[in-house]
């Protein structure tokens, strides 16, 4: 199993620019998650989804848009940019919010100059 | 989701010393997740907590789920070099809300 696939790993990004990081999770997980963590902030939570075609807003949501179109993809997009948003971002899957823990990736460093 | 406070936010310690990380949440936690996370890692699940009062052992690690289930702790008995890292507490919700961490460094 390849777990939780975070693409890509590193990114650097000029400001007003858009992208898309990507997530895919092979182990039919309905409930999955977007991280982003800063030093000495821990891991605020941005979107999250309960399953296909649901999505909802975390702490730090702005700025950021996700969809899931199908179990296995979540994909977070950033839509302009900013230096605020440098920061390692950590897509999260798990089976249920009541059994068992969350399986992260392995982030993706970004850059936005 | 639940918000949780963690404290303390650093542990240095010597090898060999015990380490302490508490969880504290204002309201009643249905469960509490434990992750940790080695420099330039990913969070890695240790274990979930369940029943008031709960008490689970991982080798040289003891998780502890308090009686009214506001408060957890992690202890590690005799610290080695391996366990450096962050530990990280997290409340339960679809939308899992995490401690900020405590970062322990042990010098050898």
């Known amino acids: 199993n390849a777990g939780v696939t975070q693409t890509p790993k590193f990114q650097v990004l000029k400001t007003g620019q858009s992208m898309t990081l990507q997530c895919a999770q092979d182990?039919?997980?309905?409930?999955m998650s977007w991280y982003r963590q800063d030093p000495g902030m821990g891991l605020r939570l941005i979107h999250y989804s309960v399953g296909a075609g649901i999505t909802d807003q975390g702490e730090v949501p702005n700025g950021y848009n996700v969809s899931r179109s199908t179990t296995e993809d979540f994909p977070l997009r950033l839509l302009s940019a900013a230096p605020s948003q440098t920061s390692v971002y950590f897509c999260?899957?798990?089976?249920?919010?009541?059994?068992?823990?969350?399986?992260f990736g392995q982030g993706t460093r970004l850059t936005v100059v | 989701g639940q918000q949780v406070m963690q404290i303390p936010q650093y542990q240095h310690v010597q090898e060999g010393e015990d380490f302490t990380t508490y969880c504290n949440s204002s309201t009643t936690l249905s469960n509490i997740q434990w992750y940790k996370q080695r420099p330039g890692g990913h969070p890695v699940f240790l274990i979930q907590l369940v029943k008031s009062g709960e008490v689970k052992k991982q080798k040289r690690l003891t998780f502890q789920f308090g009686e009214a289930k506001k408060n957890s702790s992690l202890h590690i008995t005799a610290t080695q070099t391996t366990d450096v890292g962050t530990y990280f507490c997290a409340g339960p919700g679809n939308d899992m809300r995490f401690g900020a961490g405590t970062r322990l460094t042990v010098k050898p």
């Open positions: 999260a899957s798990s089976y249920s919010k009541e059994d068992g823990g969350a399986f």
């Open positions: 182990m039919n997980h309905e409930y």
